[in-house]
């Protein structure tokens, strides 16, 4: 993959280095990253029904707590609704729409919900797309077609395989997409869509050198901060007006009992819920001391 612009440089972080400090990291013209391990308690709440263990997208489910999640890509389209504690409430069919490869949820402010069938192993995807779902039974579908204005071959050479996404959120009419890279260097990508039908080429936005693969992302409801979650950490960047995402503060928690990390979302402005590959439900709360 060519070297981006120097203002998107995280050159001294190799594989494995940003786990491997115990304090701050230094991220070159980007800032660093701080450990937040003593800010927040991280624990296990739950485990989902076995119809939606493979969970690989989380969104809240309305005001009293509730989450809908769904199953990995090759699953049936359904979406599940859950208690915090993993207990299946409802199992909404949305066929004849396929799971090719469903990878995360998102919502609106006028909370249609937003599935991102856009899982691309193996980068030789022509079809990505997201649903957005509305209505009272969620059963009115529009679709987003789009491609990686990046992107020229179906796969790519291995070294610059980098179109594989299973992460997104919505922020003031637009999706924000972050690839999982599946080349060597693990670099993640931002990418840009408006949050309507139709067929679009996603904008190249920012993007950065994290030591994980992305599986996650959400933004806080105050839309202040955003967190991608990886393999073993969550990453959260405080968003600046007017500046590139990776522009701002960053810092990294470790999530060493989690396993494999699949899904996330915001429950309030500062804690969230994640999932792993095995259906466990976790919450990681920010003490209150550290409340404003």
């Not at 090759?74 to 979406?79: H, I, K, Q, S, V």
């Not at 309030?268 to 990681?284: H, M, P, R, T, V």
């Amino acid at each position: 993959m060519p070297v981006p612009p120097r203002h998107l440089w995280l050159s001294c972080c190799t594989l494995g280095l940003l786990t491997a400090l115990p304090a701050c990291t230094p991220v070159p013209d980007r800032g660093t990253f701080a450990v937040a391990d003593a800010d927040y308690h991280v624990s296990k709440i739950g485990e989902l029904s076995k119809r939606a263990q493979e969970s690989s997208g989380l969104e809240m489910a309305g005001p009293g707590g509730d989450l809908w999640t769904h199953a990995d890509g090759g699953n049936t389209a359904r979406l599940y609704r859950v208690t915090r504690q993993g207990d299946l409430l409802q199992a909404l069919d949305l066929e004849p729409l396929q799971n090719i490869d469903w990878e995360d949820l998102a919502q609106d402010d006028n909370h249609q919900l937003y599935v991102g069938d856009f899982g691309n192993n193996h980068n030789k995807r022509r079809n990505l797309r997201i649903f957005r779902l509305s209505g009272p039974t969620w059963q009115q579908v529009d679709t987003i077609t789009f491609s990686y204005p990046d992107q020229h071959d179906f796969p790519p050479a291995k070294a610059r395989r980098n179109f594989d996404c299973e992460a997104f959120y919505y922020y003031q009419d637009s999706l924000y997409l972050f690839t999982k890279n599946r080349s060597p260097t693990l670099w993640t990508k931002q990418y840009v869509l408006p949050a309507r039908p139709g067929h679009y080429v996603a904008r190249l936005s920012d993007s950065l050198l994290l030591p994980t693969r992305v599986t996650a992302a959400d933004i806080s409801p105050d839309g202040r901060r955003v967190a991608l979650l990886g393999v073993d950490c969550a990453y959260q960047f405080e968003r600046l007006p007017g500046r590139p995402l990776f522009d701002g503060l960053k810092s990294r928690l470790r999530l060493p009992k989690a396993g494999q990390a699949e899904a996330l979302v915001y429950i309030n402005d500062y804690d969230f819920i994640f999932s792993n590959e095995k259906g466990k439900l976790f919450q990681a709360t920010r003490r209150n001391a550290d409340r404003p």
